[in-house]
């Protein structure tokens, strides 16, 4: 059996020899190896180092974006830097504020302040102020802490209207102010 498979063998390559002995034969098994050794040798190694340059391409414009995302926040945090509040802890806070309030003809009634809130590198701190006195003293007050040079929010406004017209009227209102971290 192994002879005839050799012999078959020997036989099939004998006239594969003298089919390739005609030259149209010839110049297409020769194209179709040079197109082969093209495919294996040369184009799949460049193709798989053109997906490579590919990805690290990405890989580059990724981290420039990155890159320039941190440069621009720090051009804006530089602009937001002036306005924070500068001082560690509620004290500095409550100390501008209760200044604030008496650059006004108001009467700070109570000043409530809660715990701060990491923002980042910056804490924000909420307080409650309920203030006596005029409408257009509050009225004062609401444009003092609008027109304030810190980064101060006013999240909250509530009158109430005196109950006779002996007393002034009051007002809450509640702040959210940002400082520096401690």
């Known amino acids: 059996m192994r002879e005839s498979k050799k012999a078959d063998w020997k036989t099939e390559l004998a006239q594969l020899a003298e089919k390739l002995r005609d030259p149209f034969r010839m110049r297409m098994t020769v194209a179709c190896c040079v197109a082969v050794i093209f495919v294996v040798v040369i184009s799949d190694p460049i193709e798989n180092r053109i997906r490579e340059s590919r990805r690290d391409t990405k890989r580059l414009k990724s981290t420039i974006h990155t890159a320039e995302e941190v440069e621009l926040l720090r051009i804006a945090l ?105």
């Not at 910056?122 to 102020?129: D, I, K, M, N, P």
């Open 78 to 182: 530089g602009r937001v830097d002036p306005m924070v509040l500068q001082g560690s802890g509620m004290d500095a806070v409550l100390k501008h504020l209760i200044q604030g309030f008496r650059d006004t003809p108001v009467s700070l009634m109570r000043i409530e302040p809660e715990a701060p809130v990491s923002v980042g590198p910056f804490e924000s701190v909420r307080v409650t102020a309920e203030v006596k006195g005029e409408y257009q003293d509050f009225h004062r007050l609401l444009t003092r802490l609008d027109n304030d040079a810190h980064l101060l929010r006013v999240e909250s406004v509530a009158m109430q209207a005196a109950k006779t017209s002996d007393e002034p009227a009051t007002m809450q209102v509640v702040l959210r102010m940002l400082q520096e971290s401690t």
